[in-house]
């Protein structure tokens, strides 16, 4: 029930703020289900930390699917960060902050999970959250399935990384752990 009304506030707000661009009804339904699809997969967490929260996704739902798990909400933008605000009040989201910053503008430590969708190159979200992240940090990032891991820099010391493609409603969905 809070998946459907995220979705009916979302496109309500969108009307007149464009919070995630032109999107349709069947087009955010897949998007929402996009972002919980992988749950099954994921390490058992107790925080996230979602970089560029945007409109929500995947943030939202996943703090819908896991409730007693707590979500920290980056986002910059106040039209966006008004928007999340309401969202948590609306849908009663106790496990979620929102914060009016830039990732490298926060001090959280031993993130247990950290997602991301459309902030940047898989390379450029390791650099935004190398001080939040532990050793034991999975991500949750949400890319298309033509991705390159190849592009990533040898500038990075990742000792242990595996990554799987998590195939959703005919598109790839790349879930990098």
């Given amino acids: ?3 459907l009304s995220y979705i009916k506030l979302l496109l309500e707000w969108n009307k ?27 390490a058992p967490f107790k925080t996230c930390v979602d970089i560029g929260s945007g409109a929500g996704l995947p ?14 909400l980056v986002e910059p933008r106040l039209k966006r960060v008004s928007f999340l605000n309401y969202i948590k009040l609306k849908l009663g989201l106790d ?16 993130i247990d999970l950290i997602t991301s969708r459309a902030v940047g190159s898989l390379e450029l979200i390791l650099e935004l959250s190398k001080d939040i992240a532990s050793k034991d940090t999975n ?4 890319k298309s399935k033509d991705y390159e891991v190849k592009d990533l ?25």
């Fill in 59 to 72: 943030a939202v739902p996943l703090a819908i699917t896991f409730p007693k798990s707590k979500f920290y």
């Fill in 95 to 110: 496990n979620v902050s929102i914060f009016q910053k830039r990732i490298e503008e926060c001090e959280f430590k031993d």
């Fill in 139 to 142: 991500y949750l990032l949400y």
């Fill in 1 to 3: 029930m809070k998946l």
């Fill in 153 to 177: 820099k040898a500038s990075f010391a990742i000792k242990k990384c595996d990554f799987t493609y998590v195939y959703f409603n005919k598109s790839a969905r790349r879930m990098d752990v």
């Fill in 16 to 42: 007149t703020h464009n919070l995630s661009g032109n999107l349709s009804l069947d087009d955010l339904k897949k998007q929402v289900l996009a972002s919980i699809y992988p749950r099954h997969k994921l």
